[in-house]
């Protein structure tokens, strides 16, 4: 989330440092929210990058694969990483290149349900963290390397915290590290504020593609390419879209072209 006065009072549900990482609630009537701040410029802190991310998708719950509906869901969001991977969304990010850690196309690596431990209402960053290295150490899902970007879907119904914040209260989604494991966690968008008028397929694809670009260019948050008045390379732009490879992603900011993208 930006820190910026016309959205100031959306921030008071957040600790420090947690507008860092996540997909801002939706206001259309904040017109601060339509275009981007005139003097963005990220800056790179030389922290790492994630130059050929690798997605493995989570689907965590009870709902994941019991109906219909939720295995077309699944279906499609995998086939979402797969083209957009390797589209003209992550060529524009390119730009973020620096010595030594050159950004390119991604891959996805694959795609897993799980129900055990399933969330019943809620479920912390803190949980999903303990969780998430559970897994990884059971082999549940593929050991991280340095461009291993787990997406973790929440079933409908559940809340995400992280620290002082709840999902369709302040935030829609985020992305986080614990240690080198880096994971973004999307909970089911419910709420206007993170459907934005879209359907909710397209929100998903939209606040993914927001969390997907915030954690290749800055997967520590805060570490690598970050504005200190407008945070990560979504925040400037979030809430405006555009279509990619047949698909709903959000607009990114460019330092080259001072304009989202």
Avoid at 203 to 212: K, Q
Wanted: with cysteine.
């Amino acid at each position: 989330m930006r820190k910026r006065a016309g959205v100031a009072a959306n921030n008071k549900g957040f600790k420090p440092g947690e507008y860092v990482r996540v997909v801002p609630l939706h206001f259309p009537e904040s017109a601060v929210l339509a275009s981007a701040p005139p003097t963005a410029e990220l800056a790179y802190r030389n922290g790492p990058l994630l130059t050929n991310v690798e997605v493995f998708t989570i689907f965590w719950g009870n709902m994941w694969g019991s109906t219909s509906e939720s295995r077309d869901l699944m279906e499609k969001l995998n086939i979402f990483f797969r083209d957009i991977l390797a589209s003209p969304m992550i060529d524009q990010l390119m730009e973020y290149s620096v010595v030594g850690q050159a950004i390119g196309h991604g891959s996805l690596t694959g795609n897993k349900v799980i129900s055990a431990d399933a969330p019943v209402s809620s479920i912390t960053d803190s949980t999903i963290q303990t969780q998430l290295n559970r897994w990884v150490e059971a082999t549940t899902v593929p050991k991280n390397n340095e461009n291993t970007l787990y997406f973790i879907y929440l079933d409908l119904g559940i809340v995400s915290i992280m620290g002082g914040s709840r999902s369709c209260q302040s935030y829609c989604g985020y992305h986080n590290n614990a240690g080198d494991i880096y994971y973004a966690v999307m909970p089911y968008p419910t709420c206007s504020g993170c459907l934005g008028g879209l359907q909710t397929f397209d929100a998903m694809t939209g606040t993914s593609s927001h969390e997907l670009c915030e954690a290749i260019t800055d997967a520590v948050p805060g570490s690598g390419w970050y504005d200190d008045v407008n945070g990560e390379i979504g925040d400037i732009c979030a809430w405006s879209f555009k279509t990619v490879a047949g698909y709903t992603v959000q607009l990114e900011w460019s330092n080259q072209q001072s304009k989202c993208v």
